[in-house]
């Protein structure tokens, strides 16, 4: 396939790095080469940040009203339904993530995003304030500034429009750092700025590793926000970094979301439920429901049932439209989730299905989608992300013995119960300490939806009003006045 840009976008220009660094990305379907992308470090990062500073401070970008930039993210939108197969091509072939899930689901899904923030551009409305006699008070809403966007490989493009939408309609300026191992849709994503005539500098993308580029990015003095997506420990990073200048941080990480399953529910869609919780994006999903509490009583039945439907996750080519499960993201991931899986085995979980490396026409990174039964929720294998395609069943007894198991974690991003009361899943769900909950269903993703996680799975929320106003400063004018009140 043709690969149009595997350069750093500086200031409107294709650069290379000036070390000449690349890193070569590699097809997970087929363990061939992909290209070779430009790598940047220090020196282009400080030469994106200061771009993108002169683009906030002079450029044309903050005298445009907030209407003209609704227009030009709404021009976004219909360049990205334009190149809709060859975006999800770029993300498939490098992601591994199957061709129904890019190109159905997620490039429609960050045209609705870019659609959804040109709305709020031009409502950035403040309030006058009543309260001190001989003033006229009042807010203006405005952008933080720069805003540093570093973004894992899980989903490489939608989690950077997650955060350069709103933070466009706010009328900041950004430098995304992709990841190393996916940066292709971010690349192609700066490439349509430009041609959508966002002018140079508001949008600079410079690939790189995270520990050289994005620990720049993390440094830089001319950043005054970092949204970060990606694991808790480079959260933790994230946020002592930012100290060093005070930079505002949104922090969206890992998660081991519960997926509670009472005797009482629908079994046959919860177990569809589980399956898509854990298997979509061969479960490289930092929401997905990974730790499925099952009451006693339906355990073997509801196990039994899952197992049945998980013949539609089976490893394929991710470029067929049929395939619903591709390889993981490299090799290297692919061999971490195998280890934990050993793991978990060495703790007392027993393989019910799944557990091993697989291949697709002889190639690939692809696992065998998985069950551990036998889980004991102090095991690793409950407590840390495995990051793959590994549900961990935990049978519980009643409510209360749900919500309890559910909340021992670290982690609060998201979760399901499933019940035929509304009445009891609704008053479960008000107890689980998670950022989304989804009554009889699997996580619902809406671009009106804010995103986001309790205790150690972040801080800040993305999408819907909360998500835009994470790109926004409060001002007040105090102007004394001749008219007393
Ligand atoms: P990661 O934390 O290893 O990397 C994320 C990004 O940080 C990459 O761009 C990487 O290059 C960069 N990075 C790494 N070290 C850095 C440093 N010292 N300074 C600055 N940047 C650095 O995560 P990953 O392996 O790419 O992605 C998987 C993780 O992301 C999982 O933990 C998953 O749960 C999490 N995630 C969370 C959400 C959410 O919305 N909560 C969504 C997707 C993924």
Same mark, same amino acid.
């Given at each position: 396939?043709?690969?149009?840009?595997?350069?750093? !976008?500086?200031?409107?220009?294709?650069?290379?790095?000036?070390?000449?660094?690349?890193?070569?990305?590699?097809?997970p379907a087929t363990e061939e080469k992909l #290209?070779?992308?430009?790598?940047?470090?220090?020196?282009?990062?400080?030469?994106?940040?200061?771009?993108?500073?002169?683009?906030?401070? *002079? $450029?044309?970008?903050?005298?445009?009203?907030?209407?003209?930039?609704?227009?030009?993210?709404?021009?976004?939108?219909?360049?990205?339904?334009?190149?809709?197969?060859?975006?999800?091509?770029? /993300?498939?072939?490098?992601?591994?993530?199957?061709? @129904?899930?890019?190109?159905? =689901?997620?490039?429609?899904?960050?045209?609705? =995003?870019?659609?959804?923030?040109?709305?709020?551009?031009? &409502?950035?409305?403040?309030?006058?304030?009543?309260?001190?006699?001989?003033?006229?008070?009042?807010?203006?809403? /405005?952008?933080?500034?720069?805003?540093?966007?570093?973004?894992?490989?899980?989903?490489?493009?939608?989690?950077?429009?997650?955060?350069?939408?709103?933070? !466009?309609?706010?009328? #900041?300026?950004?430098?995304?750092?992709?990841? /190393?191992?996916?940066?292709?849709?971010?690349?192609?994503?700066?490439?349509?700025?430009?041609?959508? $005539?966002?002018?140079?500098?508001?949008?600079?993308?410079?690939?790189?590793?995270?520990? %050289?580029? $994005?620990?720049?990015?993390?440094?830089? +003095?001319?950043?005054?926000? =970092?949204?970060?997506?990606?694991?808790?420990?480079?959260g933790r990073t994230v946020m002592k970094s930012?100290?060093?200048?005070?930079?505002?941080?949104?922090?969206?990480?890992?998660? &081991?979301?519960?997926?509670?399953? @009472?005797?009482?529910?629908?079994?046959?869609?919860?177990?569809?439920?589980?399956?898509?919780?854990?298997?979509?994006?061969?479960?490289?999903? #930092?929401?997905?429901?990974?730790?499925?509490?099952?009451?006693?009583?339906?355990?073997?039945? @509801?196990?039994?049932?899952?197992?049945?439907?998980?013949?539609?996750?089976?490893?394929?080519?991710?470029?067929?439209?049929?395939? +619903?499960?591709?390889?993981?993201?490299?090799?290297?991931?692919?061999?971490?989730?195998?280890? &934990?899986?050993?793991?978990?085995? +060495?703790?007392?979980?027993? =393989? *019910?299905?799944?557990?091993?490396?697989?291949?697709?026409?002889?190639?690939?990174?692809?696992?065998?989608?998985?069950?551990? *039964?036998?889980?004991?929720?102090?095991?690793? %294998?409950?407590?840390?992300?495995? @990051?793959?395609?590994?549900?961990?069943?935990?049978?519980?007894?009643?409510?209360?013995?749900?919500?309890?198991?559910?909340?021992?974690?670290?982690?609060?991003?998201?979760?399901?119960?499933?019940?035929?009361?509304?009445?009891?899943?609704?008053?479960?769900?008000?107890?689980? +300490?998670?950022?989304?909950?989804?009554?009889?269903?699997?996580?619902?993703?809406?671009?009106?939806?804010?995103? $986001?996680?309790?205790?150690?799975?972040?801080?800040?929320?993305?999408?819907?009003?909360?998500?835009?106003?994470?790109?926004? /400063?409060?001002?007040?004018?105090?102007?004394?006045?001749?008219? &007393?009140?």
């Open positions: 396939m043709e690969i149009k840009y595997t350069q750093i !976008l500086i200031n409107g220009e294709w650069v290379n790095a000036a070390d000449g660094a690349t890193h070569t990305l590699i097809n #290209c070779d992308v430009a790598s940047g470090g220090a020196g282009e990062i400080e030469a994106a940040v200061a771009s993108s500073r002169a683009a906030l401070e *002079t $450029g044309a970008w903050p005298k445009m009203d907030g209407g003209t930039r609704g227009r030009l993210l709404w021009k976004l939108a219909d360049l990205f339904e334009r190149d809709l197969m060859e975006i999800a091509r770029l /993300e498939t072939a490098n992601q591994g993530k199957p061709i @129904f899930e890019s190109s159905k =689901i997620e490039v429609p899904f960050v045209a609705s =995003i870019f659609r959804y923030y040109a709305g709020w551009a031009d &409502k950035l409305g403040g309030e006058t304030i009543p309260g001190i006699p001989g003033f006229l008070n009042y807010t203006l809403r /405005e952008p933080v500034g720069v805003v540093g966007m570093i973004i894992p490989w899980n989903f490489p493009l939608l989690l950077t429009v997650w955060k350069l939408a709103p933070a !466009l309609a706010a009328g #900041c300026t950004a430098v995304i750092k992709p990841s /190393e191992a996916t940066p292709l849709t971010a690349l192609k994503l700066g490439a349509l700025c430009l041609e959508a $005539g966002i002018p140079a500098g508001v949008v600079n993308v410079v690939p790189g590793r995270g520990s %050289v580029a $994005g620990q720049a990015l993390l440094d830089a +003095r001319g950043v005054d926000k =970092i949204a970060f997506t990606g694991s808790t420990e480079v930012a100290a060093g200048t005070i930079k505002r941080v949104s922090l969206e990480l890992g998660g &081991k979301s519960p997926n509670i399953v @009472f005797a009482d529910a629908k079994l046959d869609a919860a177990a569809n439920g589980a399956c898509s919780g854990i298997f979509y994006n061969k479960g490289e999903v #930092c929401a997905a429901g990974s730790r499925l509490f099952v009451e006693k009583k339906v355990h073997d039945e @509801f196990v039994e049932m899952v197992r049945g439907k998980m013949t539609r996750y089976s490893p394929g080519d991710p470029m067929d439209d049929k395939t +619903r499960f591709g390889p993981q993201v490299t090799k290297q991931h692919r061999d971490s989730v195998l280890a &934990k899986v050993a793991a978990g085995v +060495r703790e007392g979980a027993t =393989i *019910t299905i799944g557990g091993k490396a697989a291949a697709v026409n002889g190639k690939g990174f692809f696992l065998e989608p998985t069950i551990l *039964t036998g889980v004991r929720n102090d095991m690793e %294998v409950a407590r840390e992300e495995i @990051f793959g395609p590994v549900l961990c069943v935990i049978p519980f007894s009643d409510d209360d013995d749900a919500v309890r198991i559910a909340n021992r974690s670290q982690y609060g991003l998201s979760g399901a119960v499933h019940s035929a009361s509304t009445e009891r899943a609704l008053a479960v769900a008000r107890r689980i +300490r998670t950022g989304t909950l989804s009554v009889n269903g699997a996580q619902w993703f809406h671009v009106d939806n804010p995103f $986001g996680g309790y205790k150690q799975s972040g801080v800040g929320r993305e999408n819907g009003r909360l998500g835009f106003e994470e790109y926004l /400063e409060t001002k007040v004018i105090a102007l004394p006045s001749e008219a &007393k009140p």
